[in-house]
């Protein structure tokens, strides 16, 4: 373990977490630090994982994030849109989506802000969210944790959260897993009875508290909040020198 | 033996009042856009646009031309929110059919199919059901699953943008993604296409593989030979998204005078002289 790890670091350790035990199945990140974990992933303790760069291409081997369109890469496949929704609805995906909103079981929303009908914010629109959700393993990162996106209820339920999909029926739940929530202060899951989100770890130096403050509803909180696991030397080498040595992580958190 | 050739206004001589138009590309990638700023500058209104969105749905917005438009998502990529989308979707000017981007396929996939609907997974539980209170689910006549019956989106017309073309209306993508563009022609009763370059039916295996002839004139109406038809979004690889460009059209989201004076910069002149604006070799 190593102690100079940045928060951008210990955020892509914990992005890179959340595929653990995937194995050959595609890993989609939405995001920079996503991005760093899957390659961080597939380089250490899950090789079997298959990913793009971002478009079409399925690569043999990581590339740094960022690297422009001309760079030399190995190509293993091809995976336009219309193959990626074949591999969602097959469920042999795990995504790692954005939120703009999350409730305590899950529901997320990158739609708009206020009514749909007429929103204050118009957003993305729900893109792939729905299906998503109902389909295959899905995860958030939160770059920002606060009380803006941890609320006590979204706005538009694109991504499904475990209430919703239980009141939907077994169509809608049988595929339905909502892994981990990473944010800058913590990583997240619904590991317990009622599927409430719980708090899994904290990263170095966030305190329990501060997490709770930072979230709208009330967390589940055990006995006992283990740290985030910090990156190893090997991790922080293959970050900074090969995966991102650009330093694209720190635009997304910064130290 | 056919030649299709046509100019974007012949394009849009063919387009009334109130039609559907499915527009092929994938947010600000490969968009039919001379084809867009054709329409811009006719005087044909509400329309229904259907599109994995990008500066098309966020232009017809700003013209007031779309009166609908139904899409997965609206996004210039780089600038992940479209702002004249926006706008449009916050004063209440546009009427939308927000859907998940599988179902979006599936409702495409649908009307090609010349059925009314295609059941699928996507959509159960989320608002997607309450904001589009005419959608149903249907129950499996065989093991009695619960899915959502995504209604055909049959579309008037397509207009799809390809690397290249033969004046038979064959195309070719040579780029890594065709998208939804033979889907968006399946599913029109007129699908036309413009290309960078018209070329001779020979030429296509000199440029690519047999994968890369995805449009069979089958499918197409009609094609138009637009240099830079795609700019400012992306036609790789005869060229990368003019993120500057972008960026000023984002820009003109501001107010009204913004659009204007962009409109009148990028829209309301002949394509001859935009391509010169751009810098792009005739």
Redesign the interface.
């Known amino acids: 373990m190593s102690s100079d790890a940045t928060l951008a670091e210990v955020c892509v350790v914990a992005c890179a977490e959340a595929w653990r035990g995937d194995g050959e199945i595609l890993a989609s990140p939405i995001g920079t630090i996503p991005t760093i974990g899957v390659r961080l992933a597939a380089l250490t303790f899950e090789p079997d994982l298959v990913y793009t760069d971002g478009d079409a291409i399925v690569l043999g081997a990581p590339l740094p994030v960022g690297a422009p369109p001309e760079a030399a890469r190995i190509v293993e496949g091809w995976l336009p849109f219309g193959h990626m929704f074949d591999i969602v609805w097959s469920g042999k995906r795990h995504v790692m989506m954005g939120a703009t909103q999350i409730d305590r079981f899950g529901n997320q929303n990158i739609a708009c802000i206020g009514p749909w009908a007429r929103p204050k914010a118009q957003l993305l629109g729900v893109r792939g969210a729905p299906g998503n959700t109902v389909n295959h393993p899905t995860s958030y990162w939160v770059p920002q944790h606060s009380t803006r996106v941890f609320v006590e209820q979204v706005d538009c339920v694109s991504g499904i959260g475990y209430d919703r999909a239980a009141a939907a029926g077994p169509t809608a739940s049988e595929f339905h897993e909502i892994r981990r929530v990473v944010s800058n202060l913590a990583v997240l899951d619904f590991e317990t009875p009622d599927h409430a989100m719980r708090l899994r770890s904290v990263h170095p130096g966030v305190s329990v508290d501060k997490v709770g403050e930072s979230t709208g509803f009330p967390l589940v909180v055990p006995d006992d909040v283990p740290e985030t696991r910090a990156p190893t030397d090997d991790d922080l080498t293959l970050i900074r020198d090969l995966i991102d040595p650009n330093g694209l992580r720190n635009a997304e958190v910064p130290s | 033996m056919a030649d299709k050739r046509l100019t974007e206004a012949d394009v849009v001589a063919e387009l009334r009042d109130g039609m559907t138009i499915g527009i092929g590309g ?1 947010g600000s990638r490969r968009k039919p856009m001379s084809i867009v700023r054709e329409i811009l500058r006719s005087s044909l209104r509400d329309l229904t646009i259907v599109s994995y969105g990008g500066p098309d749905v966020g232009m017809l917005c700003a013209s007031g031309q779309a009166r609908k438009v139904v ?5 210039l990529d780089s600038i ?2 479209e702002p004249h ?2 706008a449009a ?2 004063n ?1 000017t546009i009427e939308a059919m ?6 979006l ?1 599936w409702g495409l996939k649908a009307a090609a199919m010349r059925v009314s609907f295609l059941p ?9 059901m309450e ?1 589009n209170p005419d959608l149903r689910t249907v129950t499996s006549p065989y093991d009695g ?3 959502v019956a995504m209604p055909a989106l049959p579309l008037d017309v397509a207009l799809i943008h390809a690397n290249r073309a033969d004046a038979r209306g064959n195309g070719q993508y040579l780029g ?5 563009d033979d ?1 968006f022609c399946r599913a029109a009763k007129r699908p036309f296409m413009s290309c960078e370059q018209v070329v001779d039916t020979d030429d296509f295996m000199k440029l690519g593989t047999e994968q890369t002839l995805k449009i069979s004139r089958m499918l197409t109406d009609g094609v138009v030979e637009a240099p830079h038809g795609a700019h400012f979004t992306h036609c ?1 690889p005869d060229y ?1 998204r003019d993120e500057a460009v972008q960026r000023e059209y984002a820009a003109s989201a501001k107010d009204a005078d913004a659009w204007a004076a962009f409109r009148a910069k990028y829209v309301d002149i002949p394509e001859s002289d935009y391509r010169r604006l751009i810098g792009a070799t005739e």
């Open positions: 994938w899409y997965g998502f609206v996004s992940p929110l989308f926006r979707r916050q209440g927000e859907l998940d981007e599988g179902m396929q699928c997974r996507a959509g159960l539980g989320s608002a997607i904001i699953q619960v899915l890594p993604d065709y998208y939804f889907l790789v990368q």
